[in-house]
């Protein structure tokens, strides 16, 4: 590829392929394949939870994808387990122990297009059908995450030393929250949706706070 290297590969759980691939691209950030898991083991492995217990698999699916940190993820996991019995569930203990290689709260710190599975049609070609066509600005994804920051309220909760640390809640819902952390020299914003970093796109989140902070875009957000 030009004498560029991957920075991402993503592949099934394969023992022998994950042997491979510490191997041979040690530098390389190794993600487990997300619709895999999903799709095709968890339907395997878990059909008689899913129907011994009724809300597991909304539980379960919260957990692996809206858990916004490790913190979070962690205590979701855990009262899943623990209220439905499932300390002993081999495959749970399996898949929690690659945890770090599929849930979005460990892959979302590492860019990869929002790509989450080796399944080209419901991967690159759903990546791109959803991101711009033929009559779709480049900038489309970006004003879709400007006009949402509307919704968002912020609120200053912690500053040390040049670091402001905010609040961003939907206006009338402040049971979800996010923490932005924005860095008043460097003008760079952090969230911890982690949507900059898993797709180089700026959330509403950080713009809700950018806009109370600077009166441009700041340069660094402004990619090649």
């Avoid at 402001?164 to 952390?181: D, G, L, M, S």
Wanted: glycine share 2%.
């Amino acid at each position: 590829m030009s004498r560029v290297h991957a920075k991402i590969i993503i592949t099934d759980q394969d023992v022998v392929i994950t042997n491979v691939v510490a191997r041979i691209f040690s530098d390389v950030i190794h993600h487990y394949c997300m619709c895999h898991i999903q799709k095709k083991k968890n339907p395997e492995y878990l059909s008689h939870v899913y129907n011994a217990h009724g809300e597991f698999k909304n539980q379960f699916y919260k957990s692996i994808h809206l858990s916004l940190t490790i913190d979070e993820l962690e205590s979701n996991w855990e009262a899943i387990i623990n209220k439905d019995g499932l300390q002993d569930n081999q495959w749970l203990q399996k898949m929690y122990y690659i945890h770090k290689k599929w849930i979005r709260a460990y892959v979302c710190h590492n860019f990869c297009a929002k790509m989450s599975t080796t399944q080209r049609s419901e991967s690159m070609n759903k990546c791109f059908k959803d991101f711009p066509n033929s009559s779709t600005p480049l900038y489309k994804k970006f004003q879709d995450e400007l006009i949402g920051y509307q919704k968002f309220s912020v609120k200053k909760i912690i500053f040390v030393v040049e670091v402001i640390t905010y609040k961003v809640y939907e206006i009338y819902n402040e049971k979800t929250t996010y923490n932005v952390t924005y860095h008043v020299n460097s003008k760079e914003a952090t969230c911890n949706c982690h949507l900059f970093e898993f797709l180089d796109i700026l959330c509403r989140h950080v713009l809700a706070v950018l806009i109370k902070n600077a009166h441009s875009l700041p340069s660094q957000y402004i990619l090649r």
